[in-house]
């Protein structure tokens, strides 16, 4: 080192005092395993996952622990000194496996599946491995460009309109969520709102500017149906803005239809608001309804500043297959589309891939640029900055199981595994029609969704009605139509949705199964749905067993009662 042309060593300082070497006094080696130990450890690990799914139906689907179990069982510090693997991995099955509820096991049939496949667990392994947070292209090229790559595959996929597409003004980005992407286009939604409104009423001055933005968000209205997903509700909530929500009938299969949410504008619009984001959805929570879209879309040409996106979240899926894509025509007409690949294409949790028709909408919004995220690349404007398409700065490698998933099944793989799980539901559908005595399927069944309640009053059995002709019966036929309340106070709605519940309940607390409950339109009801990669035939028909066995268990008790209260023996 030359400096007033006399040679310094490195290490010693202006004052000619010799600098000491920094010694590495760390007993963990830097990566906290040297490479050899960690293969031992990872083949270790795998080998024990591959033992975990290979078993995992012989597991309780549901975990007998009460809460705080966990605090019992760990050190109330944390350990000072290092612990070996072998130590660390032993509580894996000692600890952790206890309090795990099994999503992936085939009786998991609660909710909407949370897929996972060793094809994604791999791709996590090496997005781990390739830890970058990735706010923008120069990060990581490869994280920012695979994801425009397989978001547009799966654009494809889905038979998306060509605008939800990179090559033009829109294009997909992967969120964390569902709830996450609403949250995300909402923002998008209410700033591009106020901007056009402030632009179309000619105000240049930026202190009135300022002061119109602010009047304008304290009347903004987002809206949803009554079965919309209660995130378009929470994220109003973040956004500062007020939620109504449309209501849907049972005569609809409780889907959104276009007078319905024409109705809802037109009373949000009188009392001086101004509607500018909803939420339509294709396979809502409750019934997996699928609103009215090609209804809704001739509504969207009366409200142009209406930001419409489309909730596909588990149901979405299905659009891989020919036969569904007739519903993707309608999405021309809307702002946004969402679904989720962790939930029914295969791929681990989280990978939410969310479309636009116009991205400046989201960067518009989302983007802020300081000066220590300048850089050549982001500021030609040639290379994307995803951050400036999410809420947060940093984001994971999720492309690379994306990526993983759809070259290890291939599109034709993908649509075998959704038919498959819609003739499970189907098969399930049959079951229950043909136990009428003791079921009803509350609405139609959709996507391998089942929702049905049990009858108070055991009846007799209905046969299928014959073949009329050499023609089958009309889906239906013979099938009781499910109690609704007709008045408040119903006695025959309190009763069915009584044992309803006995039934669920029960069948919960025996944990043999996992199903969820809901109430719709007052009707207590179960759900049934198997959609996870390892559910076969033979697990919905053990579950419709359970549910049989269950209810005749349960009505059979209470007919004795019924009998000892009447003095009967």
């Known amino acids: 080192m030359t400096t007033n042309g006399s040679t310094r060593k490195f290490n010693e300082s202006n004052d000619g005092k010799t600098l000491q070497s920094v010694s590495d006094e760390r007993v963990v080696p830097a990566m906290g395993m040297t490479p050899g130990s960690f ?32 605090q019992k069982l760990l050190p109330t510090h944390p350990p000072s000194e290092p612990e070996t693997w072998s130590d660390i991995q032993r509580d894996i099955e000692s600890k952790i496996m206890p309090g795990i509820t099994h999503w992936q096991s085939p009786n998991f049939m609660a909710f ?20 970058a947070p990735a706010f923008n292209w120069l990060c990581s090229p490869a994280v920012t460009e695979l994801e425009t790559i397989v978001v547009d595959w799966l654009a494809e996929m889905l038979a ?22 609403i949250v995300t286009v909402m923002v998008a939604a209410r700033e591009r709102y106020i901007r056009r409104i402030v632009e179309r009423e000619g105000i240049t001055d930026a202190e009135e500017i300022e002061d119109r933005m602010c009047e304008l968000r ?7 149906s009554e079965h919309s997903h209660s995130s378009t509700h929470k994220a109003a909530n973040i956004a500062g803005v007020r939620y109504r929500s449309a209501k849907t009938y049972k005569q609809d299969d409780f889907a ?27 396979g809502t929570t409750n019934t997996c309804a699928t609103d009215r879209f090609e209804e809704i879309a001739q509504v969207a040409k009366d409200y142009p500043d ?70 050549t690349f982001s500021d030609s404007g040639l290379v994307t900055d995803y951050r ?30 959704i038919r498959h799980h819609i003739k499970l539901g189907e098969m399930l559908a049959e079951l229950v029609r043909r136990r009428d005595d003791l079921f009803s399927i509350l609405v139609p069944p959709a996507f391998a969704l089942t929702v049905l309640t049990v009858k108070p009053n055991r009846e007799r059995k209905v046969e299928p009605p014959e073949r009329v002709n050499g023609a089958e019966p009309p889906p239906y036929q ?80 209470r007919e004795e009662g019924t009998r000892k209260a009447n003095g009967d023996t």
């Open 39 to 70: 293969e031992t450890a990872a083949q270790s690990t795998i080998k024990e996952i591959a033992e975990y799914y290979s078993n995992i139906s012989t597991r309780p689907v549901l975990p007998s622990i009460s809460p705080g179990y966990l």
């Open 112 to 131: 909407y599946p949370a897929s996972s496949t060793f094809p994604g667990i791999l791709g996590e392994m090496w997005s781990a491995a390739l830890t």
């Open 160 to 181: 998306l309109p060509s605008t939800f597409l990179s090559k033009g003004d829109g294009g997909g980005v992967i969120q964390g969520s569902a709830s996450e992407a």
């Open 218 to 224: 304290s009347k903004l209205v987002a809206l949803g």
């Open 256 to 282: 959104l239809t276009g007078a319905g949410l024409r109705k809802t504008l037109e009373a949000c619009k009188s009392k001086g608001l101004h509607p500018f984001y909803v939420t339509v959805t294709l």
């Open 306 to 375: 209406l930001w419409i996106h489309v909730d596909a979240a588990y149901a979405g899926a299905a659009l891989v297959c020919e036969e569904y894509q007739h519903i993707s025509q309608h999405f021309a007409a809307f702002d946004s589309f969402d679904v989720n690949m962790h939930k029914w294409l295969l791929t681990n949790f989280d990978a939410s891939c969310l479309f636009v028709q116009k991205r400046r909408d989201l960067t518009d919004a989302l983007s802020i640029t300081p000066s220590y995220l300048r850089n």
């Open 388 to 417: 400036d398409w999410q809420i947060p700065l940093g984001r994971r490698f999720r492309a690379l199981k994306i990526w993983f998933v759809i070259r290890t099944y291939g599109v034709s793989g993908l649509k075998a595994h």
């Open 478 to 557: 013979g099938s009781h139509v499910p109690v609704l309340p007709d008045a408040a106070g119903d006695e025959e709605l309190e009763e069915a949705n009584a044992v309803t519940k006995e039934v669920y309940e029960l069948i919960d607390s025996r944990k043999e199964i996992f199903l969820t409950s809901s109430i719709i339109a007052g009707v207590y009801a179960i759900r049934v749905v198997s959609a996870n990669p390892l559910a076969e035939e033979k697990h919905l028909r053990r579950a419709f067993d359970i549910l049989v066995d269950t209810a005749e268990e349960v009505l059979r008790r």
